[in-house]
Antibody, heavy 121, light 107 residues
Framework: EVQVLESGGGLVQPGGSLRLSCAAS????????MSWVRQAPGKGLEWVSA????????YYLDSVKGRFTISRDNSKNMLYLQMNSLRAEDTAVYYC??????????????WGQGTLVTVSS | EIVLTQSPATLSLSPGERATLSCRAS??????LAWYQQKPGQAPRLLIY???NRATGIPARFSGSGSGTDFTLTISSLEPEDFAVYYC?????????FGQGTRLEIK
C-alpha cells in the first residue's frame, strides 16, 4: 500500500526556519516525482514545490523561490522541504503528494495527511 | 499564472440526484485538468486526471469532460459519502494551480 507521512510542522516565529519531512513506503520511491502542496486554514489548495524522481529537477512557486528548498534522499525514501525566512502567509497544512511517474507532471495520485506549520510571534 | 474559477461555490443537492460542477480556466489548459475531492480533516483524493480519466478505484458515477477552458465534473447519482469539497487543478502551465473549490452539501 502506498503511504506518505509528513512530519516536522510546528509553531515558528516570522523569519524563522523549519524543515518538513515526508516518509514514503509501499512503492519504489526513486521512480516517482513528488510535490508539496499547502492549504491555509479554511482556504483552498496551493501547489508549492516539486522534484523529479532523480532529484535533478526542482520547481517552485514564485512566492517561495529563494526561501524554500525541496530535496530528497532516495536511499532513505524521504522527501524534504527546508523553509527559511518564514512569513505569516506561509501558515498552512503542508501535504506531501506522489506524482504519476519519475517526470514531474503534477498529477497527484497519493497524498499524506499533512503537517501544520504556524508562523506567528 | 492560470486562474481556475469554479462554479457554483456551493451546491446543495440530495442523495440520488445528479451533480454538475464547473471549472473555467483563464486560458487554455488543453486537457491537462484534474479533479480532487476533499472531506473535512482529510487529505485531497484524486478523482479524474487529464479531463476525463478516472483514477484507480474511483467509482464510475464520477465522470469528467471538457477541454481548452471549460471543464465539468459530473456525479451521476449522489451517494452520502460524496458530500465534500471538490477542486480542479491544471498542469498545462507553470505553476500548477487549483480552483477555489466547490462545496457539495446535503440539501
Amino acid at each position: 500500500e502506498v503511504q506518505v507521512l509528513e512530519s516536522g510542522g510546528g509553531l515558528v516565529q516570522p523569519g524563522g526556519s523549519l524543515r518538513l519531512s515526508c516518509a514514503a513506503s509501499g512503492f519504489t520511491f526513486s521512480t516517482y516525482a513528488m510535490s508539496w502542496v499547502r492549504q491555509a486554514p479554511g482556504k483552498g489548495l496551493e501547489w508549492v514545490s516539486a522534484i523529479g524522481g532523480s532529484g535533478a529537477a526542482t520547481y517552485y512557486l514564485d512566492s517561495v523561490k529563494g526561501r524554500f528548498t525541496i530535496s530528497r534522499d532516495n536511499s532513505k525514501n524521504m522527501l524534504y522541504l527546508q523553509m527559511n525566512s518564514l512569513r505569516a502567509e506561509d501558515t498552512a497544512v503542508y501535504y506531501c503528494a506522489r506524482d504519476g511517474g519519475s517526470i514531474t507532471v503534477v498529477i497527484l495520485y497519493h497524498w499524506g495527511q499533512g503537517t501544520l506549520v504556524t508562523v506567528s510571534s | 499564472e492560470i486562474v481556475l474559477t469554479q462554479s457554483p461555490a456551493t451546491l446543495s443537492l440530495s442523495p440520488g440526484e445528479r451533480a454538475t460542477l464547473s471549472c473555467r480556466a483563464s486560458q487554455s489548459v488543453s486537457s491537462y485538468l484534474a479533479w480532487y475531492q476533499q472531506k473535512p480533516g482529510q487529505a485531497p483524493r484524486l478523482l479524474i486526471y487529464d479531463a476525463s480519466n478516472r483514477a484507480t478505484g474511483i467509482p464510475a458515477r464520477f465522470s469528467g469532460s471538457g477541454s481548452g477552458t471549460d471543464f465539468t465534473l459530473t456525479i451521476s447519482s449522489l451517494e452520502p459519502e460524496d458530500f465534500a469539497v471538490y477542486y480542479c487543478q491544471q498542469r498545462n502551465n507553470w505553476p500548477p494551480t487549483f480552483g477555489q473549490g466547490t462545496r457539495l452539501e446535503i440539501k
